[in-house]
């Protein structure tokens, strides 16, 4: 599977982006499609997941009540929806296929920068 990120960009603190995530090739509905987050000199970290078959998500409890994820099934494609966005949340955001909420990833996406101003 090969997956392209898209949809970063700068927004004001306070503001809403989404982040898309477009896979071609077969997913297997034990795969979940997740979304991580990294800026530089820190790990990466995982934001979000969601089960490609049964459709159910997980958060890191830093987005909890803020980001949403979600996937169409028919475009196979996975979306973030990021509300109330705050400056401690600019990095960029990689999505990955494989074990949901680890880096257990069997392919990566190549990352959209997400900026937000304070």
């Known amino acids: 599977v090969q997956l392209q990120a898209s949809g970063g960009g700068l927004v004001q603190a306070g503001g809403s982006l989404r982040v898309s995530c477009k896979a071609s090739g077969r997913i297997y509905s034990s795969n979940a499609i997740n979304w991580f987050r990294q800026v530089p000199g820190k790990e990466r970290e995982f934001v979000a997941g969601?089960?490609?078959?049964?459709?159910?998500?997980i958060y890191a409890e830093s987005v909890k009540g803020r980001f949403t994820i979600s996937r169409d099934r028919a475009e196979d494609t996975v979306y973030l929806q990021m509300n109330s966005l705050r400056p401690e949340d600019t990095a960029v955001y990689y999505c990955?296929?494989?074990?949901?909420?680890?880096?257990?990833?069997?392919?990566w996406g190549q990352g959209t920068q997400v900026t937000v101003s304070s």
């Open positions: 969601i089960r490609w078959g049964y459709g159910t998500t």
């Open positions: 990955g296929v494989g074990e949901i909420a680890t880096l257990r990833q069997g392919s």
